[in-house]
């Protein structure tokens, strides 16, 4: 059957759907924010588009719209960004979800493509009451999310520290790859290229302390080629997640556990 763009039907098709059991709706939680002097402020919002129509398009789901703003106050530095309090996006999260399940949704999947709101996704989740026969299935492996990345662009010879945790050459290949047209390559600059621990002590303080720049990583060995195949293996890592999740019986184990 393949994926459908809830946005994209009438209600009256959505609730037919439904009835004849498509009742799986992937929901991505992006960001506006800054991504580097060589990206756009919104490529977390294009990743969970896209990632999300890859995981729907899987399972035979809806794809909702990708809510368009985070928490991105460690972004706050830098023009253009926008940032949620941890309150207000719990309180969207719980409206999302509220809306689904009303309409007759039984497996709700949060997706979440951006760094910053991965720990309020579980804590907004872990506030829902329970619906009879609904299902909440979230994404809240941040590392194991990293490790992938760092795992396929390891097989193009990157470093983990040059694949990076924010606009390095894994995310900036990706949108080589979906985007070419927003990348600005001749703007790209090697990042903060230190150890992922120091990353994750310091850059919730705020992402200027690590580059002036706003860049994890080096940007600047990015390409297409690369980008196609991380957007293939993150998408089967998801459905491979998904089916853990599900105890769905895989050709293949997947590595974001």
């Known amino acids: ?3 459908l763009h809830l946005d994209q039907l009438t209600w009256e098709e959505v609730k037919t759907e439904i009835k004849t059991g498509r009742d799986t709706v992937i929901v991505p939680f992006g960001s ?12 977390d919002a294009v990743l969970g588009d896209e990632l999300g129509w890859g995981l729907a398009d899987r399972l035979d789901a809806f794809l909702a719209p990708t809510v368009r703003f985070g928490c991105s106050e460690h972004h706050m530095a830098f023009a253009g960004t926008i940032s949620l309090s941890d309150t207000t ?3 969207i999260v719980a409206d999302v979800v509220s809306s689904l399940s009303h309409h007759g949704f ?3 999947v949060l997706l979440p493509t951006h760094g910053g709101n ?3 996704l579980a804590e907004a989740v872990a506030q829902i009451e329970p619906v009879k026969d609904v299902r909440i299935i979230t994404f809240t492996d941040l590392m194991g999310l990293i490790g992938a990345a760092f795992k396929s662009s390891e097989e193009f010879k990157m470093s983990p520290a040059q694949s990076g945790a924010h606009s390095g050459e894994w995310e900036t290949s990706l949108m080589l790859a979906l985007r070419p047209g927003q990348v600005k390559m001749e703007r790209a600059s090697e990042g903060f290229v230190g150890e992922l621990s120091e990353i994750t002590s310091k850059v919730f303080n705020g992402i200027e302390h690590l580059d002036e720049n706003g860049v994890l990583g080096d940007p600047r060995p990015a ?3 690369a980008g196609k195949q991380y957007l293939a293996d993150i998408i089967e890592s998801l459905y491979q997640w998904f089916c853990e999740q599900k105890n769905i019986k895989t050709s293949q184990p997947g590595p974001l556990g």
């Open 89 to 91: 996006f719990r309180h």
């Open 1 to 3: 059957m393949g994926a």
């Open 118 to 120: 991965f720990k309020p």
């Open 32 to 43: 506006t924010e800054q991504h580097g002097r060589h990206m756009p402020l919104g490529t």
């Open 223 to 225: 390409t297409v080629q």
């Open 106 to 108: 039984r497996q709700i």
